[in-house]
C-alpha cells in the first residue's frame, strides 16, 4: 500500500473538483484531486450551456479552446406551441464543448500546482479516533491511503463521500430530473439560440432543449420526472421526426430540490452536484458550482493556514455560498415548485401572459391583472409576489 500526504485531497475531477482544487492551490495549499474516469472530462453528462458569470468566477476567458457556440437568446414552447422569445439577459451566454472546459479546468488546477491521479477511486475515508484524516483509494489494483487535513467532496449526484462523512446528501427519486441527451448532427435550428419544449406528453417534470453548438451540431436532450417511462423513451420519441442524426449518447440525474441542508462537517466540505448547488428550475449546475467550489477551495486554505478544519470553522464556507448563491437558489426552486403544478393547459395560459412582458422586469400591475383574469393562478403566485 502506498502512503501519501496532502494539505487537502478532492474527490472528483470535474467542474466543482478542479474548481474547488485550483482556488486552493492558488493559495497555498498541497492539494490532490482523485479522478474515477481515466480522462478528466468524459463521458460528459451536460447541455454545456452556461452564462459568462462561470468564466468570471473561474478568471478564465471564453476560449475557443473550449467554447463552441455564443448565445444570444433563447425561444421557449408552451405545450400548445405558444412561443416566447427571450433576447439578451438571462438567456445570454455559451456552449461549451466540456470534454475540452473541464480537461483544461484541471489544466489550470494542475498549473496552479494541483496534483492529480486519474482512473482512481475513492473508496473510504480515512479516521483516527473518529475524525475524518484523508482517504483511501483505488488506482489499477493498488490501494492508496492519502492523508489529508481536509476532504472535499466533488463526487457529483451519487456522492459517497459525504454520505460516509454523515452528512444527509442523499436525493430521493422525486427531487431528481433524469435525463437522456443526444449530439445530434443536421439539426435545423438558430445557431444562437437556445429553445426549450414544455409539456406532459413530451418531458413530463421537465423540459425537451436543443442547444446548438453551430455547424448544424445541437445537443437535444430531455429531462423528465416520470416512474413510467424513462427520459430516454422521450427523447426518442422527440427526436424521431428530426432529419438528424445523434453522434453521442448522454444520461444523467439533476438534483432540482435545492441544496442539501448542511454542506460541511468537521475536516469535509461538499460541493457541487454532490451538494444539490444546481438551479433547481433550470437544471443549471456549472456556474453554481464554479461560485461555490470556488468558495470551498479558498475557505479551504484559510482553514489549513489557521490551523482549524473543525466544521465549527468550515460553517464559514456554508455561510458565505449561501450568501451568494442561497437567494437565487430559492427563487428559483419557487419556480420549480409553481412548474409542477401546472397542467399543459395552464402553462399555455401562463405563456400566453408572459410572451407579452418583458420577462426581466414583470410589473406587479400586470400580474394583478392576470390573477383577476385568471383567480386559479392566486394561490401558486402568492409564493413569488
Ligand atoms: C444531461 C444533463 C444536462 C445538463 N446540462 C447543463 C447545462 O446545460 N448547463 C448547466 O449549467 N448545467 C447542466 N447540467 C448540470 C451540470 O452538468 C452539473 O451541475 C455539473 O457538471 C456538476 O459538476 P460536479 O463537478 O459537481 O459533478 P460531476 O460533473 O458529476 O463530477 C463528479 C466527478 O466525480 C467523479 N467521482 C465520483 N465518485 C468518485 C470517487 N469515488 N472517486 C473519484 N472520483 C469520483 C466522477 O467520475 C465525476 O467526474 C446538466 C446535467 C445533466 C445530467
Redesign the pocket.
Known sequence: MNKIKYDAVV???????STASLFASKNGLDVLM????QEIGTPV??????SSSTFKTLEMEPSSKYVCNEIKGADIYAPDGTHGHLEGGYAEGFILERKLFDKQLAIESAKAGTDIMVK???KDLIRRNGQICGVVAKHMGHTIEVEADLVIA????ES??SKMAGLKTHQSPQSLCS?A?YEMVGVECDPHYLQFYFGEKIAPGGYVWI?PKGDGIANV?VGVRSDTETAYSFLKKFTSTMDATPVEL?M???PVYGPVKKTYTDSLMV????AGQ?EPFT?????V?AQCARIAGEVAAEAIEKENTSGNFLKKYEKLWQKEVGKDLKQSLKYRKIMDQLTDKEMNIVAEFLIEQDLESISKMAVLGFVRDYPQFLKLLKDIL
Open positions: 474527490v472528483g475531477g470535474r467542474i466543482g473538483g482523485i479522478e474515477k474516469n453528462q451536460c447541455a454545456e450551456a452556461t482512481t477511486t475513492v466533488a463526487d457529483g449526484i459517497r463521500i435525463c441527451q442547444f436532450g448522454n444523467g440525474g439533476v460541493v457541487g452536484d454532490a444546481v437544471g443549471g449546475g456549472i456556474h458550482t
